[in-house]
């Protein structure tokens, strides 16, 4: 141990400052209640406090803080998607995520690695040249390559013929990046914290009280809690706390599973996504490859992990990089991911006045941590959504005007 940091460890001079202050009872009644202590609850406190001044904020999580399906993430931010609107929106996303770490003064690990998205057949290639000109329409940095432009880019690859699935180009997006999940949702929780906002871990909202149309008390295993407005931010369970406010999501919970190898030394630099195999790779900052695949194919509210995903994902990921056949699997696991029928989120005003919904996030809940507690942050100061959020309406399925992203996120990042 160096000799400074015991030095530290052992001084009365010099305590080491409390990230959070210490627990404390619910108070009778908030401004604002946000239901979730994940990634983008924080994000919504944070912004709440920061940009619109609210000083009665609670942030109730039944568990522990970002222990959902922030902890469950493969942390792979990105902003080339399909639709016009999924693009903008991302793209917000990624820029706030550039400045974050110097934005609340705590270190979120990012790396721009840079992302490509392989393409083994023609019409891939077609699909990857449509999604890189509406990137570049708007601004995004993403770019149709060829097979010699991805094989400089990973040498790793492999790139023969020989295989099954052939890579014959990809979607490069340079801005293409990896952050640390915790220390995200930490961030932001740390400097929610800072400026009044009250978190409360193991705290489950076991009801909402609504009164002529409007929300007015939550229902705790602490007690109730009278609210003036609340924010669902709950992932995998929004459908399960919406209908405790007495309406109805179109969302479909289902297992998404990961899993990462023992580590190595840096060897792959960018991040690896073949949406026709449906796997993705990256190397984490302490060595480890961290893999993962689609969606399980039944809906279920549990975490497991089964041996099918893993032989299905090795399978193809052998296929890529034959040269992790002796790779140890280190440890796997599973989220809960909310999916949409049109694979976008559903953000913004509910049928219950003063009542916001952040759900429908399915497989790309992370890489919209920032964009999401800022936009929801707005939309619950003026109860009113911002243009960003409108194609994500929740009535958008009653008109049908959904945002298909399906196309550029079927892969489970």
Same mark, same amino acid.
Request: hydrophobic share 40%.
């Given at each position: 141990?160096?000799?400074?940091?015991?030095?530290?460890?052992?001084?009365?001079?010099?305590?080491?400052?409390?990230?959070?202050?210490?627990?404390?009872?619910?108070?009778?009644?908030?401004?604002?209640?946000?239901?979730?202590?994940?990634?983008?609850?924080?994000?919504?406190?944070?912004?709440?406090?920061?940009?619109?001044?609210?000083?009665?904020?609670?942030?109730?999580?039944?568990?522990?803080?970002?222990?959902?399906?922030?902890?469950?993430?493969?942390?792979?931010?990105?902003?080339?998607?399909?639709?016009?609107?999924?693009? !903008?929106?991302?793209?917000?996303?990624?820029?706030?995520?550039?400045?974050?770490?110097?934005?609340?003064?705590?270190?979120?690990?990012?790396?721009?690695?840079?992302?490509?998205?392989?393409?083994?057949?023609?019409?891939?290639?077609?699909?990857?040249?449509?999604?890189?000109?509406?990137?570049?329409?708007?601004?995004?940095?993403?770019?149709?390559?060829?097979?010699?432009?991805?094989?400089?880019?990973?040498?790793?690859?492999?790139?023969?013929?020989?295989?099954?699935?052939?890579?014959?180009?990809?979607?490069?997006?340079?801005?293409?990046?990896?952050?640390?999940?915790?220390?995200?949702?930490?961030?932001?929780?740390?400097?929610?914290?800072?400026?009044?906002?009250?978190?409360?871990?193991?705290?489950?909202?076991?009801?909402?009280?609504?009164?002529?149309?409007?929300?007015?008390?939550?229902?705790?295993?602490?007690?109730?809690?009278?609210?003036?407005?609340?924010?669902?931010?709950?992932?995998?369970?929004?459908?399960?706390?919406?209908?405790?406010?007495?309406?109805?999501?179109?969302?479909?919970?289902?297992?998404?599973?990961?899993?990462?190898?023992?580590?190595?030394?840096?060897?792959?630099?960018?991040?690896?996504?073949?949406?026709?195999?449906?796997?993705?790779?990256?190397?984490?900052?302490?060595?480890?490859?961290? /893999?993962?695949?689609?969606?399980?194919?039944?809906?279920?509210?549990?975490?497991?992990?089964?041996?099918?995903?893993?032989?299905?994902?090795?399978?193809? /990921?052998?296929?890529?990089?034959?040269?992790?056949?002796?790779?140890?699997?280190?440890?796997?696991?599973?989220?809960?991911?909310?999916?949409?029928?049109?694979?976008?989120?559903?953000?913004?005003?509910?049928?219950?006045?003063?009542?916001?919904?952040?759900?429908?996030?399915?497989?790309?809940?992370?890489?919209?941590?920032?964009?999401?507690? !800022?936009? /929801?942050?707005?939309?619950?100061?003026?109860?009113?959504?911002?243009?960003?959020?409108?194609?994500?309406?929740?009535?958008?399925?009653?008109?049908?005007?959904?945002?298909?992203?399906?196309?550029?996120?079927?892969?489970?990042?």
């Amino acid at each position: 141990m160096p000799f400074g940091l015991l030095k530290y460890g052992l001084s009365k001079t010099y305590p080491a400052r409390r990230q959070f202050p210490a627990p404390t009872d619910l108070k009778p009644s908030y401004d604002i209640v946000i239901i979730g202590g994940g990634g983008h609850g924080l994000a919504a406190a944070y912004y709440l406090a920061r940009d619109w001044g609210a000083k009665s904020i609670a942030v109730l999580e039944r568990g522990y803080l970002a222990g959902g399906n922030t902890a469950r993430n493969t942390t792979i931010i990105r902003s080339n998607y399909l639709t016009p609107e999924g693009v !903008k929106f991302y793209d917000e996303s990624v820029r706030l995520y550039q400045d974050l770490s110097t934005d609340f003064d705590y270190n979120i690990l990012y790396s721009e690695r840079g992302h490509l998205t392989l393409a083994h057949t023609d019409s891939a290639m077609r699909t990857m040249r449509w999604r890189a000109e509406v990137n570049k329409h708007y601004g995004v940095r993403s770019e149709l390559v060829h097979a010699d432009d991805v094989a400089r880019l990973c040498p790793q690859l492999d790139m023969g013929d020989h295989v099954r699935y052939p890579i014959l180009g990809a979607l490069y997006h340079e801005p293409g990046a990896i952050a640390r999940h915790d220390a995200v949702a930490w961030g932001y929780g740390v400097g929610a914290a800072r400026m009044g906002v009250e978190i409360h871990q193991k705290t489950e909202v076991t009801g909402i009280v609504v009164e002529d149309g409007r929300v007015v008390a939550v229902e705790t295993n602490r007690g109730r809690v009278a609210c003036g407005k609340v924010l669902q931010a709950v992932a995998g369970s929004s459908s399960r706390v919406a209908k405790l406010a007495g309406f109805k999501l179109p969302i479909r919970t289902i297992p998404l599973q990961a899993c990462v190898s023992e580590p190595l030394k840096p060897c792959l630099d960018p991040i690896i996504v073949s949406g026709s195999l449906h796997v993705y790779i990256s190397q984490s900052a302490r060595g480890e490859m961290v /893999m993962g695949g689609s969606t399980d194919p039944y809906g279920l509210y549990a975490t497991r992990s089964t041996l099918d995903f893993k032989e299905g994902l090795m399978a193809h /990921m052998l296929e890529l990089f034959p040269f992790l056949g002796e790779v140890h699997v280190l440890r796997q696991w599973a989220g809960m991911a909310d999916m949409t029928p049109d694979f976008s989120p559903v953000m913004g005003l509910t049928p219950v006045r003063n009542y916001y919904i952040d759900a429908g996030w399915g497989t790309w809940g992370f890489k919209a941590t920032p964009v999401s507690g !800022k936009r /929801m942050a707005e939309t619950v100061a003026n109860d009113n959504a911002p243009a960003l959020l409108e194609p994500f309406r929740l009535d958008r399925f009653r008109t049908f005007a959904q945002v298909g992203e399906k196309g550029a996120a079927s892969v489970g990042h």
